[in-house]
Each structure stands twice: as C-alpha cells, then as structure tokens.
C-alpha cells in the first residue's frame, strides 16, 4: 500500500520569487504524497510553501509606506518651489514697477529742467540779440556822425567834435552866448588827450572854456563833474569866477566874469 501511494504522487502549485528579479513571482510544482509515512514530511512541505502563494502577491503592498513618504516630500518640495516662484515673480513685479515708476519721475523732472533751462538759455541769446542790434545801431550812429560831419570853414576836428577859436574879447556870460548862436557851447574837456589839443588851439594867451562854479564846486556847463583837472595851484572855486585856459604853464585858472578874454567853443 505504501508503494502504491508513492506510485500515484499529487502535484502541488506555489510561486516563488525569482533571484533575479525581485518585483516577480515564478510558478513552481512540488509531488505531494498521500503515504502515511510522507504525511508529516508533505504536511511540513506544504507548511512551509504557506504564505508563497499568489496571495503573497500582496507583498510588494508593504513597500507603498516609503514610496509615499517620499511622494509627500517631493510634493511639499514642488509645493515649496511653487511658493517661491510666485513670491519672487511678485516681487521682482512689484520691484519693476517701483523702478519703472522712479524712472518716469525722472525723466519728468530732468524733462523739466531741460526745458527750463532752454528756456533761460533762448532768453540769453534774445537778449543778446537785443544788445547787439543796439550795439550795430550805436556803431552805425558813429559811423554816420563821423562820415556826414563835416567842420565849418574855421572849425577844426578832434575826434567826433569840432572847435573853434575865437579872438574877439568878451565877458565869460557873452563868449558862451556866441557859441550857443553857432550851435556850440564853451569847450568841455574830459581827457588829457583834449586838453593837450585845446591848449595848442588856443595858442598864446588865455581863453574861456566851459567851467563854472555850481553848488560850491567847478562843474562843466553841461552840469557834470570834472573827470580830469588841470588846475594850477590855489584855483578854489569861488562864487562869480569861472575857468579860463590856460597860462604859461598850460594850466587852467579863474578869473571873475568882469574879465574880457578869447573863447574857444564845442560841437
């Protein structure tokens, strides 16, 4: 009986994993005998194919603890990175707005500014045309004064002016009647350059000039100051005295107006 139980073997199925691939199963047989003399070694076989079977296909389920651990850290990565993508677009927006912002001020005010100075400057070369139009018509008036003035018969040229010398004897209040008739005054002499040249006009002897005594002090019948002076010593101005060119020496003096001398007149 024994032999006819080993004779008639029961094949059993199991999986096992395969060696080379842990993540597969592989199907095996094993003789299960029905021998009372097997039944414990069958019995021990199959206790120990228990739990190889395909429902042990499940195994792999307990990997699934570390992969999700490691799913939830790469998302809270992607989350994180996600957060400081937004946080610094927003901000690198905020930051090209401000900039953008500060640099329109600027161009505003430096608009501004650039404009108030051409302003300015287009003022400056008005102006300056002004005074060169004016300057080109005082040049003009110049030029036209010396071309078209021409001295009388008995007058001579110095400078712009004409002079004249007369030898008839007069009071200072008459001589300078005479040349207001002619259209002159009595000389005026404003340089050293005149003085020389009025000096050798009136040759020898002495002659009125345009001097007076007005407010305690020599002044020009024009009414201005002295700008030069070629007093001799001890000339103090004096009430009803006026000035007179010039003695030996070239230099003026005074003499009261009942005096009689020459006159030498300005135009």
């Not at 029905?34 to 190889?52: I, K, P, R, Y």
């Not at 008036?141 to 021409?150: A, F, H, N, P, R």
Request: aromatic letters at 10%; a negative charge; hydrophobic letters at 30%.
């Amino acid at each position: 009986m024994t032999s006819d139980i080993y004779a008639q073997p029961k094949k059993v199925k199991y999986f096992k994993k395969a060696e080379e691939d842990q993540a597969e199963w592989e199907e095996r047989e094993v003789n299960i005998y029905e021998s009372a003399d097997n039944v414990v070694d069958s019995h021990t076989n199959f206790q120990s194919l228990e739990g190889v079977g395909p429902e042990t296909q499940n195994h792999p389920a307990d990997q699934k603890g570390p992969f999700r651990g490691t799913l939830c850290i790469v998302g809270v990565l992607c989350i994180g990175m996600l957060a400081g993508t937004i946080t610094l677009s927003i901000y690198s927006t905020l930051k090209t707005n401000r900039l953008q912002a500060e640099l329109s001020d600027m161009r505003e005010k430096n608009s501004s500014q650039l404009q108030d100075e051409v302003k300015k400057l287009k003022d400056e070369i008005k102006d300056m045309r002004v005074n060169s139009s004016q300057l080109q018509d005082e040049v003009k008036t110049l030029k036209d004064k010396i071309k078209g003035t021409s001295c009388s018969d008995g007058w001579t040229r110095f400078g712009l002016n004409c002079y004249f010398k007369s030898t008839e004897w007069k009071t200072w209040s008459d001589s300078r009647k005479l040349c207001q008739e002619r259209g002159a005054d009595l000389v005026i002499i404003n340089s050293k350059e005149e003085q020389e040249f009025v000096r050798k006009l009136n040759g020898y002897g002495e002659s009125w000039i345009g001097l007076q005594v007005s407010e305690g002090d020599w002044k020009w019948v024009d009414g201005s100051p002295l700008t030069e002076q070629f007093w001799e010593t001890g000339q103090a101005p004096t009430s009803y005295y006026y000035g007179v060119c010039c003695n030996y020496d070239g230099k003026w003096k005074k003499s009261n107006n009942y005096d009689t001398k020459n006159l030498i007149c300005e135009k």
